[in-house]
Protein backbone atom coordinates (compact mmCIF):
# COMPACT_ATOMS: atom_id res chain seq x y z
CA UNK A 1 0.00 0.00 0.00
CA UNK A 2 1.25 3.67 -0.97
CA UNK A 3 1.11 6.29 1.89
CA UNK A 4 -0.09 10.06 -0.09
CA UNK A 5 3.20 11.28 1.54
CA UNK A 6 4.95 8.68 -0.37
CA UNK A 7 3.34 9.61 -3.88
CA UNK A 8 4.18 13.05 -3.55
CA UNK A 9 7.29 12.30 -2.60
CA UNK A 10 7.59 10.09 -5.71
CA UNK A 11 5.68 13.14 -8.03
CA UNK A 12 8.31 15.79 -6.04
CA UNK A 13 11.64 13.36 -6.88
CA UNK A 14 10.14 13.00 -10.77
CA UNK A 15 9.51 16.72 -10.73
CA UNK A 16 13.41 17.33 -9.20
CA UNK A 17 14.57 15.18 -12.32
CA UNK A 18 12.67 16.52 -14.93
CA UNK A 19 13.72 20.51 -13.67
CA UNK A 20 17.78 19.39 -13.20
CA UNK A 21 16.89 17.87 -16.81
CA UNK A 22 15.46 21.21 -18.18
CA UNK A 23 18.88 23.03 -16.47
CA UNK A 24 17.27 24.67 -13.67
CA UNK A 25 19.36 24.79 -10.49
CA UNK A 26 18.12 23.55 -7.82
CA UNK A 27 18.74 24.91 -3.93
CA UNK A 28 21.48 23.20 -2.13
CA UNK A 29 20.26 20.86 0.48
CA UNK A 30 16.90 19.60 -1.55
CA UNK A 31 18.50 16.13 -2.63
CA UNK A 32 19.62 15.23 0.73
CA UNK A 33 16.71 16.33 2.01
CA UNK A 34 14.71 14.21 -0.19
CA UNK A 35 16.61 11.39 0.50
CA UNK A 36 15.87 11.88 4.74
CA UNK A 37 12.25 12.37 3.97
CA UNK A 38 12.21 8.67 1.58
CA UNK A 39 13.66 7.20 5.06
CA UNK A 40 11.12 8.57 7.71
CA UNK A 41 8.59 7.19 5.04
CA UNK A 42 9.87 3.97 4.78
CA UNK A 43 10.87 3.88 8.37
CA UNK A 44 7.21 4.67 9.55
CA UNK A 45 5.41 2.20 7.13
CA UNK A 46 7.23 -1.05 8.75
CA UNK A 47 6.21 0.12 12.23
CA UNK A 48 3.38 2.67 11.67
CA UNK A 49 2.15 2.95 15.82
CA UNK A 50 5.64 3.88 16.85
CA UNK A 51 5.50 7.72 18.65
CA UNK A 52 8.67 8.73 17.18
CA UNK A 53 8.11 7.16 13.24
CA UNK A 54 4.81 9.11 13.62
CA UNK A 55 6.84 12.35 14.75
CA UNK A 56 9.01 11.42 12.15
CA UNK A 57 6.58 11.28 9.29
CA UNK A 58 4.67 14.41 10.31
CA UNK A 59 8.18 15.99 9.74
CA UNK A 60 8.96 14.66 6.64
CA UNK A 61 5.67 15.58 5.65
CA UNK A 62 6.07 18.90 6.33
CA UNK A 63 9.63 19.68 4.84
CA UNK A 64 7.86 17.63 1.36
CA UNK A 65 5.48 21.04 1.44
CA UNK A 66 8.04 23.22 2.01
CA UNK A 67 9.79 21.62 -1.13
CA UNK A 68 6.93 21.47 -3.22
CA UNK A 69 7.04 25.45 -2.70
CA UNK A 70 9.93 25.88 -3.93
CA UNK A 71 10.58 23.32 -6.91
CA UNK A 72 6.57 24.82 -8.07
CA UNK A 73 8.29 28.07 -8.28
CA UNK A 74 11.22 26.89 -10.29
CA UNK A 75 8.27 24.94 -12.57
CA UNK A 76 6.20 28.53 -13.03
CA UNK A 77 9.39 29.75 -15.44
CA UNK A 78 8.42 26.33 -17.54
CA UNK A 79 4.72 28.07 -17.65
CA UNK A 80 1.20 27.26 -16.45
CA UNK A 81 0.85 24.38 -18.29
CA UNK A 82 3.50 22.65 -17.31
CA UNK A 83 2.80 23.90 -13.31
CA UNK A 84 -0.59 22.67 -14.14
CA UNK A 85 0.28 19.35 -14.65
CA UNK A 86 2.14 18.82 -11.74
CA UNK A 87 -0.52 20.20 -9.62
CA UNK A 88 -2.80 17.65 -10.80
CA UNK A 89 -0.62 14.73 -10.35
CA UNK A 90 0.12 16.15 -6.57
CA UNK A 91 -3.73 16.44 -6.49
CA UNK A 92 -4.35 12.81 -7.71
CA UNK A 93 -2.43 11.35 -4.69
CA UNK A 94 -4.41 13.73 -2.33
CA UNK A 95 -6.94 11.59 -3.67
CA UNK A 96 -5.35 8.57 -2.74
CA UNK A 97 -4.72 7.53 -6.13
CA UNK A 98 -0.51 5.95 -6.85
CA UNK A 99 0.59 7.66 -9.59
CA UNK A 100 3.50 6.57 -9.65
CA UNK A 101 4.95 3.05 -8.36
CA UNK A 102 8.40 2.33 -6.80
CA UNK A 103 10.85 0.43 -9.23
CA UNK A 104 11.30 -2.10 -6.44
CA UNK A 105 10.65 -2.90 -2.48
CA UNK A 106 13.91 -2.25 -0.76
CA UNK A 107 14.87 1.88 -1.25
CA UNK A 108 18.02 3.03 -2.84
CA UNK A 109 17.18 6.50 -2.17
CA UNK A 110 19.41 8.04 0.88
CA UNK A 111 22.64 8.09 -2.01
CA UNK A 112 23.82 11.25 -0.23
CA UNK A 113 24.63 11.18 3.41
CA UNK A 114 22.53 13.29 5.30
CA UNK A 115 24.37 16.80 6.43
CA UNK A 116 26.48 16.23 9.62
CA UNK A 117 26.08 12.61 9.70
CA UNK A 118 28.46 9.82 8.87
CA UNK A 119 27.87 6.33 6.31
CA UNK A 120 28.92 3.27 7.20
CA UNK A 121 28.41 0.49 4.33
CA UNK A 122 28.39 -3.48 5.08
CA UNK A 123 28.09 -6.24 3.43
CA UNK A 124 27.22 -9.03 4.81
CA UNK A 125 28.21 -13.01 4.11
CA UNK A 126 24.35 -14.20 4.55
CA UNK A 127 21.39 -12.45 4.06
CA UNK A 128 19.69 -11.43 7.58
CA UNK A 129 16.85 -10.90 9.32
CA UNK A 130 15.83 -7.04 8.62
CA UNK A 131 14.01 -6.59 12.11
CA UNK A 132 17.40 -7.43 14.19
CA UNK A 133 19.38 -4.54 11.93
CA UNK A 134 16.31 -2.52 12.26
CA UNK A 135 16.28 -2.92 16.02
CA UNK A 136 20.33 -2.11 16.35
CA UNK A 137 19.79 0.78 13.78
CA UNK A 138 16.91 2.14 15.47
CA UNK A 139 18.41 1.90 18.71
CA UNK A 140 21.55 3.62 17.84
CA UNK A 141 19.58 6.72 16.20
CA UNK A 142 20.76 5.64 12.81
CA UNK A 143 19.51 6.04 9.18
CA UNK A 144 19.36 2.34 7.37
CA UNK A 145 19.05 1.80 3.85
CA UNK A 146 19.04 -1.75 2.48
CA UNK A 147 20.81 -1.72 -0.73
CA UNK A 148 19.86 -6.18 -1.60
CA UNK A 149 19.69 -8.50 1.06
CA UNK A 150 23.58 -8.45 1.85
CA UNK A 151 24.35 -4.94 1.83
CA UNK A 152 23.42 -2.34 4.12
CA UNK A 153 23.62 1.58 4.26
CA UNK A 154 24.19 3.42 7.75
CA UNK A 155 24.12 7.19 8.31
CA UNK A 156 24.30 8.67 11.99
CA UNK A 157 26.27 10.89 14.26
CA UNK A 158 30.08 8.71 13.90
CA UNK A 159 30.08 7.45 17.57
CA UNK A 160 26.44 6.30 17.44
CA UNK A 161 27.24 4.85 13.52
CA UNK A 162 30.49 2.93 15.54
CA UNK A 163 28.40 1.65 18.26
CA UNK A 164 25.64 0.16 16.07
CA UNK A 165 28.39 -1.41 13.66
CA UNK A 166 30.48 -3.10 16.65
CA UNK A 167 26.52 -4.54 18.08
CA UNK A 168 26.32 -5.50 13.96
CA UNK A 169 29.62 -7.41 14.59
CA UNK A 170 27.98 -10.63 15.24
CA UNK A 171 26.44 -10.73 11.43
CA UNK A 172 29.69 -11.25 10.02
CA UNK A 173 30.79 -13.66 11.86
CA UNK A 174 30.12 -17.44 10.18
CA UNK A 175 28.68 -20.29 11.37
Same mark, same amino acid.
Given at each position: ?????????????????????????????????????????????????? =????????????????????????????????????????????????????? *?????????? =??????????????????????????????????????????? *??? *??????????????? *?
Amino acid at each position: MSLPSEQNWLILNNLLKDLTQKGYTIPEGINPEMGIIRSSISSYKRDPSH =PDLINGLAKAEMSLNTIQGTLLSIAEEEGDEYVDHWLDLLKQAMQGKEVFQFA *DSRSKFLVNT =PPGLTTGRINLRVPLAEERVQEIAEWNGLIIEFDDDVTVQLHG *DKK *DLQVGLKEMGSFFLE *D
